[in-house]
C-alpha cells in the first residue's frame, strides 16, 4: 500500500506537487480555527498558520498569504431572475457592477505559470441599492480536506525539506494513509478537465451555502461560473512564466469575456458540512445569471488590490450553511490584510506595463 501510494506521488509530482498547486484554499486553515474556538493554549493559532504559510511557500512581505499572484477585472453580473424563487437577493433581478480578481493558488507572488496549477476568481458584486455578494471560487471540483487542524497537517506534510529543498513523500504518505478522505478528493483534483486559460475555466464554489426565498424557504447550493467561451486544451511548456496572465488580458482586449453563474440545488443525500464530499450527479441546476468581465487592470494600483473577498459578505437572501469553511475563510483573510496592510508594498509580477492601453 505504501509503495503504491510513492508511485503516485512520484508520477508527474503526484499528491505532493498538487500539496504545492492546490494551495488556494491555504489560508481557509487558520480562521476555521478561530470560528471553532480553538485557540487555546498548545492548539492552532494564528501564529501557527503564518509560520506554516512561511515554511510552504517562504515570506512574501505586501502581499496575501494565498492566492499572491494575480490581476483585477471589471466588468457586471446580470440577474436572469431564474433563481428569484429560490433567493430573495435582488442582485438575481437587475444588474450590478463587479470588481473580481484572477489569481494562481500558493503564496509565491512571482510563481511561473503552469497548466496544472489552481487558478481562482474572486468577485465582490455589488447591487446598486445593497445587498452586496463576495465569493472566492476555484477550478477544482472539491476542498482537500474537512477542518483547520487537518488542513494545517497536509501544509506541514507538503512543505519543502530545508536539506533537499524538495518534498518528502514519506510525510504525505503518512498523512494519506491517515485521511483516506483527502485521498479520495486529491483523486478528484488530479483527473480534472485542465484548459488553456483563465478565460475558458470553470470556477466552483465548493463550500455549500444556503439561499432563502421570499417565503422563508431554505434551500441548500453550491454554485459554479460556467464559460460561453469554449475550453480549448492547455499550452505547452515553454510559453512564457506569465502566460495565464497575458493570455487573459488579451482575450479581454478583444472583447468581452462572460459566464453564467449555474446554482446547483441540493438534494437528499447530499453533505453540506464536509467540502471534501462532490454532491451527486443530476441534481437540479439553475442559470441565475451572466457576469461579464471587460476590463484588466494590475493589482500594482488597481480596483481589487484592498478587497479582502470574504465569502461570508453576503446579500439578503444567501446564508451560511454548516459548512466550517467559509467561516474559517473569512476570519483568515482579515489577518491576511492586516498583515500585509502594515508591510511596505511591492510590485506585482503583472504590471500596468502587461496591460496594453486601448483594451476597454
Not at 167 to 179: E, I, K, V, Y
Not at 247 to 252: F, K, P
Request: aromatic share 8%; net charge neutral.
Amino acid at each position: 500500500m505504501m509503495a503504491t501510494i510513492r508511485e503516485t506521488l512520484a508520477e508527474k509530482g503526484g499528491w505532493l506537487r498538487l500539496a504545492a498547486v492546490c494551495a488556494a484554499p491555504t489560508l481557509l486553515a487558520l480562521a476555521f480555527a478561530l470560528a471553532a474556538g480553538w485557540l487555546v493554549p498548545g492548539r492552532l493559532t494564528s501564529g501557527t498558520f503564518m509560520r506554516t504559510f512561511g515554511l510552504v511557500d517562504g515570506p512574501h512581505p505586501g502581499f496575501r498569504r494565498n492566492h499572491a499572484k494575480g490581476v483585477c477585472v471589471t466588468g457586471w453580473f446580470e440577474g436572469s431572475g431564474e433563481a428569484a424563487s429560490l433567493s430573495r437577493a435582488v442582485l438575481f433581478r437587475s444588474r450590478s457592477p463587479v470588481v473580481g480578481r484572477f489569481a494562481l493558488a500558493g503564496g509565491m507572488p512571482f510563481q511561473d505559470d503552469e497548466p496544472e496549477k489552481v487558478r481562482s476568481l474572486a468577485l465582490r458584486i455589488m447591487p446598486a441599492h445593497g445587498g452586496e455578494w463576495r465569493m472566492g471560487i476555484n477550478d477544482i471540483p472539491v476542498f482537500p480536506v474537512r477542518n483547520a487542524a487537518e488542513f494545517n497537517d497536509f501544509l506541514l506534510a507538503s512543505r519543502p525539506d530545508p536539506q533537499t529543498h524538495g518534498p518528502d513523500p514519506s510525510r504525505m504518505a503518512a498523512f494519506l494513509a491517515r485521511h483516506p478522505e483527502t485521498q479520495q478528493a486529491l483523486a478528484l483534483l488530479k483527473t480534472r478537465a485542465l484548459t488553456s486559460g483563465f478565460a475558458d475555466d470553470t470556477y466552483n464554489s465548493l463550500d455549500s451555502f444556503t439561499f432563502i426565498n421570499g417565503e422563508g424557504t431554505t434551500t441548500p447550493v453550491r454554485w459554479a461560473m460556467v464559460p460561453e467561451q469554449a475550453a480549448r486544451p492547455p499550452a505547452g511548456p515553454g510559453v512564457g512564466r506569465d502566460y495565464l496572465f497575458h493570455d487573459l488580458i488579451e482575450a479581454l482586449a478583444r472583447g468581452p469575456l462572460r459566464w453564467h453563474l449555474v446554482v446547483t440545488v441540493g438534494g437528499a443525500g447530499d453533505v453540506t458540512a464536509d467540502p471534501t464530499v462532490a454532491w451527486s450527479a443530476g441534481r437540479r441546476q439553475v442559470d441565475a445569471g451572466t457576469l461579464t468581465l471587460v476590463r484588466a487592470e494590475s493589482e500594482d494600483g488597481g480596483p481589487c488590490k484592498g478587497i479582502t473577498y470574504d465569502p461570508l459578505i453576503l446579500p439578503e437572501g444567501i446564508a451560511p450553511s454548516d459548512d466550517p469553511i467559509p467561516a474559517a475563510r473569512s476570519a483568515v483573510y482579515a489577518r491576511s490584510f492586516a498583515l500585509r496592510s502594515g508591510e511596505p508594498e511591492t510590485a506585482s509580477a503583472i504590471s500596468g506595463a502587461d496591460i496594453r492601453p486601448g483594451e476597454p
